[in-house]
């Protein structure tokens, strides 16, 4: 059938203003579909800025209980969680001990916040001296050395109230190792959310020093994706739910909309979406030097996202976004 065409058909007509935009408005977003990340340490009354990312901290329990009752009173969905230990050392053994910072925050969150969602990444780099993903053999990662131990970590988040585990270490056959542990372990209620498609991408490095988490020599390339791979990203994720995952990620977010797009479509699974510290960071500058408008562009990317088929997005605009959305946001 064809269109009608000008003068009959006017597009413009239902843009008119805000309310017919809003109208016909064809991707929203909700304050329930936001995950906000956290870095939590230990201690007491500790936050400390993270330079290059404006408004992120490391944060004390104590601290970190503050931002998860606002990101509450603003509607976002949920939380996750990565932590700064106190020692490191080759194996990243402070990830299972069970007096941990993430594993405190878990409890806290659990008895102050429990209808918060609490989700604990799963990962090594922020706990081994060196800061890989895995154990160390002959200067690579060993990818099945380091199963057991991811899973170790995952059990112990789940024991300290984790609704949910996020491997993001990216080792083959992680997600059938970790649901093994759980089950095993009496969690079979634990959800996995998976960093299927973990790029390796130039986008990290706020995180890195907010997580304390550059590797000490080399990269990440040997594990994390390459960035030129769309349908290997979509068998990545077809991997970890045919292993028991039951939502899997794209990370990064905005550079990688057509992989969003193409694990949503293929899979038809829940799709999560990481915009990720170095997108974060990039508006936060330019917002800040008066190029553009930081509100209008934080949304921009957050609707981008959605449009491209996430169906939740982990972000760290969460509370500012979910503010601006509960005050009637409409452009």
Avoid at 74 to 98: M, N, Q, R
Avoid at 174 to 192: K, Y
Avoid at 262 to 268: L, N, P, Q, S
Avoid at 306 to 321: L, Q
């Amino acid at each position: 059938m064809s269109m009608p065409q000008y003068p009959e058909y006017r597009p413009r007509r239902l843009r008119r203003t805000a309310a017919l935009r809003a109208l016909v408005r064809e991707t929203h977003i909700d304050p329930s579909q936001l995950i906000l990340p956290l870095f939590v340490r230990s201690g007491s009354g500790v936050r400390r800025a993270i330079a290059s990312m404006p408004g992120v901290a490391q944060s004390s329990t104590d601290e970190l209980l503050r931002d998860a009752e606002r990101a509450t009173r603003a509607g976002v969905g949920a939380v996750i969680l990565f932590g700064i230990p106190d020692a490191k050392d080759a194996t990243g053994s402070s990830a299972w001990d069970a007096r941990g910072p993430v594993q405190q925050a878990l409890r806290a969150l659990a008895r102050e916040l429990p209808d918060l969602v609490r989700i604990a990444d799963v990962c090594l780099c922020e706990y081994t001296d060196h800061g890989h993903c895995g154990v160390m053999r002959d200067g690579h990662v060993d990818n099945d050395a380091t199963l057991p131990l991811l899973a170790r970590c995952a059990l112990s988040f789940a024991e300290a109230g984790a609704d949910i585990v996020a491997p993001s270490d990216m080792m083959d056959g992680r997600v059938r190792t970790i649901r093994e542990a759980l089950d095993g372990g009496g969690h079979a209620d634990t959800a996995i959310l998976s960093y299927a498609a973990k790029f390796a991408s130039a986008l990290y490095g706020p995180f890195r020093e907010a997580a304390e988490s550059t590797p000490q020599s080399g990269d990440r390339r040997g594990y994390q994706m390459d960035a030129a791979n769309a349908r290997e990203a979509v068998r990545e994720a077809r991997l970890d739910i045919d292993e028991g995952a039951d939502i899997v990620m794209v990370k990064p977010a905005g550079l990688y909309l057509d992989i969003i797009a193409h694990v949503k479509r293929e899979t038809g699974h829940p799709v999560a979406a990481y915009q990720v510290s170095g997108e974060y960071a990039m508006i936060q500058a330019a917002a800040d030097r008066g190029w553009i408008d930081g509100d209008r562009a934080m949304m921009e990317s957050l609707l981008g996202i959605r449009r491209a088929g996430a169906d939740m997005i982990v972000t760290y605009f969460a509370i500012a976004a979910a503010t601006r959305l509960n005050n009637g946001y409409v452009e």
